[in-house]
């Protein structure tokens, strides 16, 4: 007559729900009148077994009730959904396109594009238990880093869409798990259900360096871009490069070509053969050096590319050299001498067979033989020494060949030409080849009259300005000692050369023929209007002499300037015999210049004004006016020389004074006889003093200063003007071998012979004139100006040691 829930009243009876649905705790009762039921349990309640208790009641024909229970024992479904771990897929796989079983595609591209393992289609989940069939939610999940789909059937299909950054380290092929999880529902025939869940295991991808090559030219430079660079054919694979290039290191194969390096990208990197430079995103640029191969040959270097996640690849860039032929190196000399064929013997050294020669002995990068021959038109006066006598050198005469055993440049020597005072200039030319390259090589040769260079020279005006007429134009000369040792031998033979383009407006140089001559006093040529107009003069102190006067009558006019072909303007040249001083009036006195030197010496440093005067203004007037002071002792035959800026002299000089400058190049300076002036100029220079007392001055670089036997004899001493401790050399190696048997040969015995000492603001070269024996006396044979106490001052003893003295 009625049923309820238990509800832990078991006993209580209950006159009502016969015949409806009642709930109980797992299910729904339904019973009848007649004692009929049905229970429905409910899906998915229980985990375990259990029961749901119901309380029904009975009654009988008189009314009576007995009440009891219902137990409903319930079992739990069993339905289990393990968890599944069975996909695997390779992130090297990924690509752009969907194909075979794919779901869909990425947005990358892995190291391996073509194969399928982007998707694992061969799965089947595999829950176990419940009531019946069992059946699986049907759908399609699209993850962090690929889709999945899962059929009712358990099937299911994942496809990796994208690539996984791992913990930055290069950590190479490695299978990652558990990156994603997706979960599935299982139901059973009466709707029992559960999930599971399904983990994707990913295959990282690394990159993968190919080797690359590249080829240049010895010397040249190779320059790559980004896009051809060496990350063009290397793969990066899924991760990408890393951030900031794929390049993270380089460095020269050196031997190993798999050892990952990581340092070098973006930086100039030594090869063997050249300078590599690599950079981050793969261009490059390679440096070959010059003249630094002979064959064809490689430069391996070992660079490591790094992807997204810090995997590391490593391999080489071959860079394939071409050898270029290097020509031969050459360098041209040139060489000074007097032009007086007597001096060639007169001085000391003697040269009874000619001038040596300096000649560079030429070389080649790669060590080919190098054949050196004579052509062109050999300059007359050269010789060379045939290993019997000396001969007249003719065009084709080889000169060098060491295979062949010839070395001839080490015996050529030149003899002026018979004319005492002229000027040649010439050169030996030398063709230089290696086999494959012929190089000119040039032997200059030059014969050097005495004072055949002005000692001073200066100018007034620059030439594109008028000097404005009626007042002085003057400059400022301050004599050289050359110009005032040359007036104190003689005055008398001193001249000044003044040249002026004076002409009629327009100018033009060469002054042309009509404005050269003068024509008659007050005629209107331009010859006439400069002897009128202009006047020159050199003013000393307060005293001035006229060197071009003006011929202001026609009592003076006459010519003093004339047209000289070589300047193309108009030249005066006046002895200091014919420059005389002019009165507080302005005229001429009978004192000359030669005469007021000759009472008044003068002194380097002194300050000479010169002057031009254009009397007159109007059309003819001049735009410059320079001077040349030429000042030597006619019985002198000593000459002046400048040699060359750049090259390599060797300069001779004379049995008289000469002034012998080498500036730029490794010079070498023979002063010979008397009383020399040598300066080295720039580079490394060799100064050999000779016989008198000269003034030697290294200049910059390395000198060596070479005193002369003769210094302990005549005990006088060269003058060094510029030695640096630690860097110059003086060598006494002649001098002290002509002590003969009592020369020193030892450190030790030169530090005995050989003493600095300081007095009077200058170092002085002290030798022992008997040398190593007992009984010498110590005699100067140089003195070196500005050295202090203390310094080192390094002496060559024997033509290979050295001894270093200390000033005292």
Same mark, same amino acid.
């Given at each position: 007559v009625g049923v309820r829930a238990a509800g832990g009243d078991t006993t209580t009876a209950v006159t009502t729900g016969a015949g409806s649905d009642i709930a109980g705790l797992h299910g729904t009762l339904h019973i009848n009148a007649n004692g009929s039921y049905t229970y429905q349990s409910t899906a998915n309640n229980i985990t375990s077994a259990t029961t749901d208790v119901f309380v029904y009641t009975i009654k009988d024909g008189d009314g009576d009730l007995s009440t009891t229970t219902l137990t409903i024992n319930l079992a739990d479904s069993g339905l289990v959904a393990p968890a599944d771990s069975d996909v695997t897929v390779n992130e090297a796989a990924l690509d752009t396109t969907t194909t075979g079983a794919d779901l869909t595609h990425g947005t990358v591209t892995g190291s391996l594009p073509s194969s399928t393992t982007e998707t694992d289609a061969t799965n089947q989940l595999n829950a176990s238990g419940g009531v019946g069939a069992l059946t699986y939610t049907a759908q399609t999940i699209v993850g962090t880093y690929g889709t999945i789909h899962i059929n009712a059937d358990g099937s299911y299909v994942y496809t990796l /869409?994208?690539?996984?950054?791992?913990?930055?380290?290069? =950590?190479?092929?490695? !299978?990652?798990?558990?990156?994603?999880?997706?979960?599935?529902?299982? *139901?059973?025939?009466?709707?029992?259900?559960?999930?599971?869940?399904?983990?994707?295991?990913?295959?990282?991808?690394?990159?993968?360096?190919?080797?690359?090559?590249?080829?240049?030219?010895?010397?040249?430079?190779?320059?790559?871009?980004?896009?051809?660079?060496?990350?063009?054919?290397?793969?990066?694979?899924?991760?990408?490069?890393?951030?900031?290039?794929?390049?993270?290191?380089?460095?020269?194969?050196?031997?190993?070509?798999?050892?990952?390096?990581?340092?070098?990208?973006?930086?100039?990197?030594?090869?063997?053969?050249?300078?590599?430079?690599?950079?981050?995103?793969?261009?490059?640029?390679?440096?070959?050096?010059?003249? =630094? @191969?002979?064959?064809?040959?490689?430069?391996?270097?070992?660079?490591?590319?790094?992807?997204?996640?810090?995997?590391?690849?490593?391999? *080489?860039?071959?860079?394939?050299? /071409?050898?270029?032929?290097?020509?031969?190196?050459?360098?041209?000399?040139?060489?000074?001498?007097?032009?007086?064929?007597?001096?060639? !013997?007169?001085?000391?050294?003697?040269?009874?067979?000619?001038?040596?020669?300096?000649?560079? @002995?030429?070389?080649?990068?790669?060590?080919?033989?190098?054949?050196?021959?004579?052509t062109g038109?050999? &300059?007359?006066?050269?010789?060379? #020494?045939?290993?019997?006598?000396? $001969?007249?050198?003719?065009?084709?005469?080889?000169?060098?060949?060491?295979?062949?055993?010839?070395?001839?440049?080490?015996?050529?020597?030149?003899?002026?030409?018979?004319?005492?005072?002229?000027?040649?200039?010439?050169?030996?030319?030398? +063709?230089?080849?290696?086999?494959?390259?012929?190089?000119?090589?040039? $032997?200059?040769?030059?014969?050097?009259?005495?004072?055949?260079?002005?000692?001073?020279?200066?100018? @007034?005006?620059?030439?594109?300005? &008028?000097?404005?007429?009626?007042?002085?134009?003057?400059?400022?000369?301050?004599?050289?000692?050359?110009?005032?040792?040359?007036?104190?031998?003689? &005055?008398?033979?001193?001249?000044?050369?003044?040249?002026?383009?004076?002409?009629? *407006?327009?100018?033009?140089?060469?002054?042309?023929?009509?404005?050269?001559?003068?024509?008659?006093?007050?005629?209107?040529?331009?010859?006439?209007?400069?002897?009128?107009?202009?006047? $020159?003069? @050199?003013?000393?102190? !307060?005293?001035?002499?006229?060197?071009?006067?003006?011929?202001?009558?026609?009592?003076?006019?006459?010519?003093?300037?004339?047209? +000289?072909?070589?300047?193309?303007?108009?030249?005066? !040249?006046?002895?200091?015999?014919?420059? #005389?001083?002019?009165?507080?009036?302005?005229?001429?006195?009978?004192? *000359?210049?030669?005469?007021?030197?000759?009472?008044?010496?003068?002194?380097?440093?002194?300050?000479?004004?010169?002057?031009?005067?254009?009397?007159?203004?109007?059309?003819?007037?001049?735009?410059?006016?320079? #001077?040349?002071f030429f000042s030597h002792d006619p019985g002198d035959p000593g000459i002046t020389v400048n040699g060359d800026a750049t090259q390599a002299d060797q300069i001779y000089g004379t049995s008289g004074v000469d002034h012998l400058y080498g500036n730029g190049g490794n010079d070498v300076i023979v002063g010979r006889d008397g009383n020399d002036f040598l300066d080295g100029g720039t580079g490394n220079d060799i100064l050999i003093g000779g016989t008198g007392i000269n003034h030697m001055t290294g200049g910059a670089g390395n000198d060596t200063f070479v005193i002369d036997p003769s210094k302990l004899a005549l005990h006088v001493a060269d003058v060094i003007a510029d030695y640096a401790p630690g860097q110059d050399v003086i060598d006494l190696s002649d001098l002290l071998q002509s002590l003969g048997g009592n020369a020193p040969t030892t450190d030790a015995q030169t530090g005995a012979a050989v003493n600095v000492t300081f007095s009077n603001g200058a170092a002085h070269v002290m030798v022992d004139d008997n040398g190593t024996a007992a009984g010498g006396n110590m005699v100067e044979v140089a003195s070196l100006t500005g050295v202090g106490v203390n310094s080192a001052i390094t002496i060559l003893y024997d033509h290979t040691h050295t001894h270093t003295e200390t000033v005292t």
């Open positions: /869409t994208s690539n996984y950054l791992n913990a930055q380290a290069n =950590d190479g092929v490695q !299978t990652i798990s558990g990156l994603e999880n997706f979960t599935y529902t299982v *139901t059973d025939s009466v709707g029992n259900t559960t999930t599971g869940t399904i983990t994707v295991n990913i295959i990282d991808d690394v990159p993968t360096a190919v080797a690359n090559s590249n080829n240049v030219i010895e010397g040249a430079l190779l320059t790559v871009t980004a896009a051809a660079g060496v990350l063009a054919n290397d793969v990066a694979g899924a991760d990408g490069f890393a951030i900031g290039g794929g390049v993270v290191g380089v460095r020269a194969a050196g031997g190993d070509t798999t050892t990952a390096v990581t340092t070098g990208a973006g930086t100039d990197i030594a090869g063997l053969h050249g300078t590599l430079h690599l950079n981050a995103d793969g261009s490059y640029t390679y440096q070959s050096t010059a003249h =630094d @191969i002979n064959a064809n040959t490689t430069d391996v270097f070992v660079y490591t590319i790094k992807d997204g996640d810090g995997d590391l690849s490593t391999t *080489t860039l071959t860079l394939n050299l /071409t050898n270029v032929n290097d020509p031969p190196v050459v360098a041209n000399t040139q060489n000074w001498m007097s032009s007086d064929p007597s001096q060639q !013997t007169t001085g000391t050294p003697s040269y009874a067979n000619g001038y040596p020669l300096l000649v560079s @002995i030429p070389t080649d990068p790669e060590g080919d033989n190098l054949v050196v021959t004579a038109t050999i &300059p007359a006066g050269t010789f060379y #020494f045939n290993g019997v006598s000396y $001969v007249a050198l003719t065009a084709g005469t080889v000169l060098y060949n060491p295979s062949s055993g010839i070395n001839l440049l080490d015996d050529l020597v030149y003899r002026p030409t018979t004319t005492a005072n002229d000027t040649v200039n010439a050169n030996l030319s030398l +063709d230089v080849y290696d086999g494959t390259t012929h190089v000119a090589q040039t $032997v200059g040769i030059h014969e050097v009259p005495p004072t055949s260079l002005p000692s001073d020279t200066s100018q @007034i005006g620059n030439g594109s300005s &008028p000097l404005t007429s009626g007042n002085d134009q003057v400059a400022t000369l301050s004599l050289s000692q050359a110009t005032v040792n040359a007036i104190l031998a003689d &005055p008398h033979s001193s001249t000044v050369v003044v040249y002026t383009d004076f002409q009629q *407006t327009p100018f033009a140089t060469p002054i042309p023929v009509s404005e050269q001559n003068p024509g008659v006093f007050g005629d209107s040529s331009a010859g006439s209007h400069r002897e009128e107009e202009v006047q $020159v003069e @050199i003013s000393i102190g !307060t005293n001035h002499f006229v060197v071009v006067e003006a011929d202001t009558t026609a009592a003076k006019f006459e010519q003093s300037w004339f047209f +000289d072909s070589t300047t193309g303007l108009m030249k005066a !040249t006046v002895n200091y015999d014919h420059i #005389f001083l002019l009165d507080a009036g302005g005229n001429a006195t009978t004192t *000359t210049l030669a005469d007021y030197l000759t009472a008044h010496p003068p002194s380097a440093g002194d300050q000479w004004t010169l002057s031009y005067l254009d009397n007159n203004g109007g059309n003819y007037q001049a735009r410059q006016v320079s #001077f040349s």
